[in-house]
């Protein structure tokens, strides 16, 4: 009788334990390579499917300034024009599955981020004309998240690589946005703006919740 009591109280407690780990299911990240470059920004995770699934969303932001600050009015001119940048901000939506449940380990993830700069540009005495331009980059990885033996598990790293395509084209009419490229000559604008693939890698630190 009294090893039924017992059985009955252990298995109550490992019941216990499987709820509590189940109620996890919240995870609050940010990325130490984009932290690095200044960029603010918060990415929220919500874990379905008893861990097999989690999807995301983060969104960011990039010092904006009153005024085209960047753009030295003693600057270079490009074709007549003057450019500058006041910030960026951005959301990503993000769709995860995890190779063996348990919100953990090998997973793989598709990514769509949007990101909208501000810009602008003015000819010599006149007033500086703002734009927006959006960015569009879809991207799929795969990754692997780590829990430290620490903090009872709530800390995780993640670690992941894929590649994404960009697309964004930054004009105004018949004026496109340019960055100078060569310093000894004010005309040799390169032009800003992407329409290519590439490599998207990444290194998130957060905790579950």
């Keep these: 009788s009294l090893s039924l009591v017992s059985s009955s109280y252990s298995k109550q407690q490992d019941s216990s334990m499987v709820n509590e780990e189940q109620l996890k299911k919240n995870t609050l990240s940010v990325s130490a390579l984009w932290g690095a470059f200044g960029l603010i920004h918060a990415n929220y995770g919500r874990v379905i499917d008893d861990g097999k699934k989690e999807y995301q969303i983060m969104f960011a932001t990039s010092g904006y300034e009153d005024d085209f600050s960047e753009a030295q009015e003693d600057g270079e001119y490009i074709d007549g024009y003057l ?22 380990g090998l997973f793989y993830q598709a990514n769509l981020r949007l990101l909208n700069y501000s810009w602008g540009y003015k000819m010599d005495g006149q007033d500086w004309t703002d734009v927006n331009t959006f960015v569009y980059n879809p991207s799929l990885v795969l990754g692997y ?65």
């Design 83 to 104: 450019f500058g940048i006041k910030g960026a901000s951005g959301i990503k939506g993000s769709y995860r599955k995890y190779r063996n449940g348990d919100a953990k």
């Design 145 to 209: 998240k780590y829990h430290p033996p620490i903090l009872k598990k709530r800390l995780f790293i993640e670690l992941f690589a894929g590649a994404g395509y960009s697309y964004d084209d930054p004009k105004d009419g018949d004026v496109k946005l340019k960055f100078l490229d060569d310093e000894d000559d004010p005309t040799s604008g390169e032009e800003a703006g992407s329409n290519d693939f590439g490599p998207d890698f990444n290194v998130y630190i957060g905790f579950t919740f």
